[in-house]
């Protein structure tokens, strides 16, 4: 048995991850699609540019710090491998906080409506999450306990050799790929009517998937022996249902 290679190729010194190309191909993918989406919006292209030079540091500085907070076990005896984020290591619920922080500054600096800007870019999210999560298969990380099901996967544990378990990078790519579907054709299409609508509908769908598939993880960050991604998604399904409640009045009372 061999595990998947994580190098996808090597130009002289130059090492080029799988991780890193799945990534950055979400990232371009996720701005093509918010370009397309700010027409309908009203919102000029340049500002969907500008805020995505904005964005793509915080969401990952902000992604990798969350992983490095609740690992500090680790980084703070291997300082040096803080910055070697090609080798795994992105939390989204830290990339979500910072990347919406860095719209809410953007916003109020351009003088646009923070919700408005947030279903422009969301609905791309998912289907974001859905490519990288692929990273994780390269990186073999993120998986699963172990399982018998006929669509397990083998990797390598360091203490057990090799292995059958649930893939849950797949599950989540899955589900990802579901909630972009659902928000664009579903949503939007069928039920959306006042701005907000798409960004708090992913709180809760993306969050209710996350929350039991992280259920079935060996490697979850842990928070005082909770997990801490199963504890954000439900804050996040909280933060979903109220802010639709809110939007649902809001345009009660304006009518």
């Known amino acids: 048995m061999s595990a998947p290679n994580p190098i996808a190729f090597q130009i002289g010194s130059l090492t080029v991850r799988w991780y890193g190309i799945l990534i950055a191909?979400?990232?371009?993918?996720?701005?093509?699609?918010?370009?397309?989406?700010?027409?309908?919006?009203?919102?000029?292209?340049?500002?969907?540019?500008?805020f995505?030079?904005?964005?793509?540091?915080?969401?990952?500085?902000?992604a990798r710090l969350w992983y490095v907070i609740f690992q500090w076990s680790y980084y703070s005896r291997y300082p040096g491998d803080i910055v070697k984020i090609w080798n795994g290591g992105l939390a989204i619920h830290g990339g979500i906080i910072a990347g919406l922080i860095a719209g809410a500054l953007f916003c109020r600096a351009r003088k646009l409506s923070f919700l408005k800007l947030a279903d422009v870019f969301i609905p791309a999210l998912p289907l974001g999450q859905a490519i990288g999560r692929w990273g994780n298969f390269f990186n073999q990380e993120a998986y699963g306990?172990?399982?018998?099901?006929?669509?397990?996967?083998?990797?390598?544990?360091?203490?057990?050799?090799?292995?059958?378990?649930?893939?849950?990078?797949?599950y989540e790519s899955i589900w990802d790929l579901c909630?972009?579907?659902?928000?664009?054709?579903?949503?939007?299409?069928?039920?959306?009517?006042?701005?907000g609508e798409l960004l708090f509908s992913?709180?809760?769908?993306?969050?209710?998937?996350r929350f039991f598939i992280e259920g079935l993880r060996t490697d979850s960050l842990m928070f005082f022996g909770l997990r801490t991604a199963q504890l954000v998604s439900l804050t996040l399904i909280a933060v979903g249902v109220i802010g639709l409640v809110w939007l649902k009045r809001r345009k009660r009372n304006q009518s």
Do not use: C
């Open 25 to 50: 191909s979400a990232l371009v993918i996720g701005l093509l699609i918010a370009a397309k989406r700010s027409d309908k919006a009203g919102i000029k292209r340049d500002d969907i540019y500008d």
């Open 52 to 62: 995505f030079i904005i964005m793509v540091p915080s969401i990952i500085v902000g």
């Open 145 to 170: 306990r172990q399982t018998n099901l006929p669509w397990a996967i083998t990797v390598h544990d360091p203490s057990l050799g090799w292995i059958r378990v649930h893939p849950t990078f797949l």
């Open 179 to 195: 909630v972009f579907l659902i928000l664009i054709f579903v949503i939007e299409r069928k039920f959306k009517k006042s701005d």
């Open 202 to 209: 992913y709180f809760i769908l993306y969050s209710i998937g």
